[in-house]
């Protein structure tokens, strides 16, 4: 009832006050400069990894408080061609609107068949690090704050594993103030084991993971002299059995302490529950996201938590496979978690769709997280056999009206952007300090997009955490903002969505409201810093047992029409 | 297919599906088969020559005799071709379905159904109430078909045909159900799946989507019952378990909690099983083309070129296996 009443004041103050808008993403990559394509080193052979990729990430690593684009690349099989010599991408955000290439100036033009990123500053030094994953060895760069990066790799010991990984995410697991790292990984796959799979019976297709065998994944325990050391087996993560694609960190059971999600691709998800001793305790059966209905396990892909319904509590969206709902467990905050696809809106959209990244971020400010999904199928060959799949899709995006229930609202957000895409990796940031979320996608095989978002006239509040005692970037810290009688709260996270990372500023929808009441930052080092009357139109930085260190008011968006 | 050129004006196509239980061989090597001298055995083969002219004495099947197992024909049909002279005008083609044809659509779809061709089944299936409109039947099966291609709207429309049909049909409900339950209509999903329930009270599936929607309801008390109804049918139900255990989660029930979750982790598949099968597959391109859902048997001499990359990524093998020539007595 508790929860009923808070939802109906929810929508008492923000559903009926701000009400939809007219919110456009508008397609600004090519004004913005930003010429990537993906480079899957498909030439026919239909080798697994081709149609994974890539990632992307929003990350201010020269702290300008602009965030700046990394886009992960791939490269082909075979080494030798100038064709194949792709690596990833950073680009460099101007301030107005556009971008610059600075991959080679950044020391980060290093071959690798680049899958994921999470980008989290690992020693504490104010500059923001970079981990990439890959077939094959995953690499780990240092920003040197000089607006260059050194491989650390070697020197930090992460040297060695030569896997298919996936997903990763910075998370303090032991909250000793240093960022630990989880990396995702998927199959054992090599080339030589490649095996055939086809469709409709004529033309190969990739293989679906079933037939390869798992692969754990790994935590980094970071030793805090640059070094880590890895600590899977130690903190009971280690399962081979697990094909990982996605990974989030969440509080699932509000002990302070992060937990573990991992979206698995015909495995069971896996909730790993932080024991506080340095271990984890796995879950995910019990709580209801391991498997379907039938208890069978799914095609989990991309994964994101939040607090969608003023409960309290971080509920889950999972990716599914085509003919598989989005997973939208609902966390009812007795380790049970219920699945609200189907009566929330978001499960006969997603029905068809195969989806990769996804997030909650609240486009339209009313204070309500939306969610989205970014789609593709793996296939060319599926619209052989299915009539309804197809293999570019459109993206997704739910509307939260509140009281649990989403509108899809995909196409009023602009053509460009509701047009069909073989979507993967999915991030956002507001890219122009307007105060709006603006999202990153990319297309596997395919261009990277960049959507800005227009036509709002919320108001929001951003926060950005600067941890003293904590980890630098404030990561497993939550923030609880009060506008009138409306709370909403949001965890600063890594990883989530599907082999990305979105930025690590906090953004609070206050609809009409022209200040937050009440700003309160919970730190993992168990520090409370509580402030009031912080006005909306600004980002804030707060320092942890300090208060508010900058303001940096919105600007005119600076991305022209 | 090439006419002979003396073939009159008709020629008759007969077809058999004939059936022996066991080849000749494997009948004769099982009762009568002696080694020849040479040939090495190993512990992975044997690579000896048989002949069957062995002692039929101590065989467990007791026979005096090697059995000669019959053929027995399962399936025969003939169609008469009507042979136009060359170069005249082939005959528009004309599709003339009529109600008798409705179950061989019917059964035609359901093959595909099963075999996971959805876009044919659906051409089949809508063939079949073509044949007959008023048969609900097919109309169940088209909405089956759309149900599992998530296109819920088309579901919807299909099923209700045959509800219209045959109010009390018990897979249109179920399936109707389905529909609703993808919108979150849960309460209306539970009335149809009673209507099934009130016919068939045993009926382990319709029970167990019963108790799902209860316990997406959050009845999990109500649930329980529905679902421990599953249980007495058949104790080792998978889906039973699985939503028994989240049900007592959701009770705070931990002891009965647990005891679902051990017995469901005992019946359910490993999922990694299959990850084993993975380097035979790839020696054994033959059974990995049988393990495709939708795959074609190509009977070619083996000098073929291409004829190896049957099931295989091989380098050097066509990526497109439909351009591997076929020749004269080929199958595909």
Redesign the interface.
């Given at each position: 009832m508790m929860r009923q009443l808070c939802v109906l004041t929810g929508l008492l103050i923000f559903g009926n006050s701000s009400g939809a808008q007219s919110i456009q993403f508008r397609d600004i990559t090519a004004q913005a400069g930003i010429h990537f394509v993906h480079n899957n080193g498909a030439a026919?052979?239909?080798y697994l990894p081709e149609t994974m990729g890539p990632g992307c990430a929003f990350i201010d690593y020269d702290n300008d408080s602009w965030p700046d684009i990394v886009l992960v690349n791939g490269q082909g099989w075979l080494r030798h061609s100038k064709a194949d010599a792709t690596t990833l991408k950073l680009y460099h955000n101007n301030h107005d609107g556009t971008f610059s290439d600075v991959t080679q100036k950044a020391g980060l033009a290093v071959p690798m068949y680049g899958l994921g990123v999470a980008v989290g500053d690992y020693d504490n030094d104010g500059y923001d690090d970079l981990f990439i994953t890959a077939v094959g060895q995953n690499h780990l760069f240092h920003n040197n704050g000089n607006g260059t990066f050194t491989d650390v790799t070697k020197a930090a010991g992460m040297w060695g594993p030569d896997q298919f990984s996936t997903s990763a995410a910075w998370v303090d697991y032991d909250r000793d103030g240093q960022l630990d790292l989880v990396v995702a990984n998927y199959?054992q796959w090599s080339k030589e084991?490649?095996?055939?799979?086809?469709?409709?019976?004529?033309?190969?297709s990739y293989c679906t993971p079933?037939?390869?065998?798992?692969s754990s994944a790994r935590l980094w325990h970071n030793l805090g002299n640059g070094k880590f050391e890895d600590a899977t087996q130690r903190a009971k993560l280690y399962d081979p059995?697990s094909k990982s694609l996605g990974v989030a960190i969440l509080d699932s059971n509000g002990d302070g302490w992060p937990d573990i999600l991992l979206a698995n691709d015909?495995?069971?998800n896996k909730l790993y529950i932080n024991q506080r001793d340095g271990t984890f305790t796995e879950k995910g059966?019990?709580?209801?996201i391991g498997?379907s209905?039938?208890?069978f396990?799914r095609a989990g892909m991309g994964v994101d938590a939040a607090d969608y319904d003023r409960s309290g509590r971080p509920s889950i969206i999972i990716t599914n496979f085509?003919?598989q709902?989005l997973s939208l467990d609902h966390n009812?905050g007795?380790?049970?978690f219920?699945?609200e696809a189907?009566?929330?809106?978001v499960?006969?959209a997603t029905?068809?769709t195969l989806g990769f990244g996804c997030f909650f971020f609240d486009y339209d400010n009313d204070g309500w997280p939306d969610i989205l999904v970014a789609d593709g199928h793996i296939d060319r060959e599926i619209e052989?056999?299915?009539?309804?799949?197809t293999y570019a899709e459109p993206p997704h995006v739910f509307r939260n009206l509140g009281g649990g229930k989403f509108q899809e609202v995909t196409d009023s957000l602009g053509p460009a952007f509701a047009s069909p895409k073989v979507a993967r990796g999915a991030a956002y940031a507001d890219v122009d300090n307007d105060g709006s979320l603006d999202i990153l996608l990319t297309t596997n095989g395919g261009p990277a997009y960049l959507f800005h978002n227009e036509g709002g006239s919320n108001h929001s509040l951003r926060v950005k955490l600067v941890g003293t005692k904590s980890n630098r970037d404030g990561i497993g810290a939550v923030a609880r903002v009060t506008s009138r009688k409306d709370i909403q709260w949001q965890m600063v996270h890594s990883g989530s969505s599907y082999l990305s990372q979105s930025e690590l500023v906090l953004t609070f929808g206050l609809g009409m409201a022209s200040q937050a009441d009440a700003v309160e930052v919970r730190w993992p080092s168990g520090q409370v810093d509580k402030l009031a009357g912080v006005n909306a139109g600004q980002t804030v930085t707060i320092q942890e047992a300090k208060g508010i260190v900058a303001r940096r008011p919105y600007s005119q968006p600076a991305v022209k029409k | 297919m090439q006419i002979p050129r003396y073939s009159g004006d008709k020629i008759t196509l007969r077809a058999r599906l004939c059936y022996r239980k066991f080849s000749w061989w494997n009948t004769q090597f099982s009762f009568a088969g002696v080694p020849e001298a040479g040939g090495d055995v190993t512990a992975d083969y044997d690579d000896r020559n048989f002949a069957f002219t062995g002692s039929l004495r101590g065989v467990s099947a007791k026979e005096e005799k090697i059995p000669d197992l019959p053929i027995v024909v399962i399936a025969e049909d003939e169609a008469v071709l009507s042979i136009l002279p060359q170069g005249s005008d082939p005959p528009q083609p004309k599709i003339v379905t009529q109600s008798a044809d409705w179950q061989r659509w019917n059964d035609y779809g359901i093959g595909l159904f099963l075999q996971?061709?959805?876009?044919s089944a659906?051409a089949a299936f809508e063939k079949a109430t073509e044949a007959d409109s008023e048969n609900p039947d097919g109309w169940v099966n088209l909405g089956r078909v759309a149900v599992?291609?998530?296109?819920?709207d088309r579901a919807r429309t299909v099923l209700e045909n045959a509800l219209r049909l045959s109010p009390m049909l018990a897979r249109a409900h179920f399936f109707y159900a389905k529909v609703l339950?993808?919108?979150?209509r849960?309460d209306e999903a539970a009335k149809h799946l009673r209507q099934v329930l009130a016919q068939y009270p045993r009926d382990r599936v319709a029970l167990?989507d019963l108790g799902?929607i209860l316990?997406?309801q959050?009845k999990y008390a109500d649930a329980v019952k529905v679902l421990q109804g599953v249980l007495a049918i058949d104790p080792e139900d998978?889906?039973a378990?699985?939503?028994l255990?989240?049900c007592y989660?959701?009770l705070?029930d931990e002891v009965h909690?647990r005891e679902h979750?051990i017995r469901?982790?005992r019946f359910?598949a490993d999922?990694?099983a299959?990850?084993v099968?993975?380097?035979y597959?790839?020696l054994n391109?033959e059974d990995?083309?049988e393990r495709?859902?939708?795959?074609?048997h190509v009977s070619v001499p083996l000098s073929v070129p291409g004829m190896g990359c049957v099931?295989?990524?091989d380098a050097g093998c066509p990526?497109?296996?439909?351009s591997v020539p076929v020749r004269r007595g080929g199958s595909r």
């Open positions: 026919g052979k239909k199959v084991g490649d095996l055939y799979c086809t469709l409709d019976g004529v033309h190969k079933e037939s390869y065998k798992g059995t015909t495995q069971p059966i019990e709580a209801g498997f209905e039938e208890g396990a085509a003919n709902m009812e007795n380790g049970l219920v699945d189907a009566r929330s809106g499960g006969r029905l068809i052989r056999v299915q009539k309804r799949v | 996971g061709d959805l876009k659906t599992q291609e998530g296109d819920m339950r993808s919108d979150g849960y167990n799902r316990f997406l959050r998978l889906q378990h699985y939503n255990m989240l989660n959701g705070g909690t979750q469901y982790l359910k999922e990694s299959q990850a099968t993975g380097p597959r790839q391109p990995n083309n495709q859902a939708i795959h074609e099931g295989t990524a990526n497109e296996r439909s």
